[in-house]
């Protein structure tokens, strides 16, 4: 039980350290004006890796179409709120925008272990559009046994 406690501990004393250090950027980047054409010349993305203690996942922040967007490799299966608690809602009160899910053709139904290969190699690629993104990535087989 003090595990769970630890861990509960952990994982809200992340969740405010990321939001007072998203506050504080774009709070920032406001009053000295630093999202630029120079800024925006890389890409137009904050890419947030996400760890809740059993998943990885990132956020990005699209500057080009102002957007919240959640990259996961896991299938939307359950509400965004079940799925991701209150992070991505959190958020919105920093930029007024709703999270929306990244849909891509490799995501998982049943892989629960490779989320730390996804998300690396979503941030080596992700330039702000799932269309024509290409990660190398294979969507999951989903093989059925025959009974006996």
Known sequence: MNAIKKSRRADYNFKM???VL???FFIEANQNRWISRKMLSFG???LFPVYTGIHH?????NIKRPQWEIIDNRAQEMSMEDTYGDLPWNL??????EPTVVTMSWQTLDNVVDCGVFVMRHL???MGSANGWSTGLRAERVCSLPLK
């Open 17 to 19: 350290n990321f939001l």
């Open 44 to 46: 137009g993305n904050f």
């Open 57 to 61: 996942y990132i956020i990005c922040y």
């Open 124 to 126: 080596e690629s992700y």
């Open 22 to 24: 998203v506050y504080n």
């Open 92 to 97: 919105r009160e920093i930029v007024n925008l």
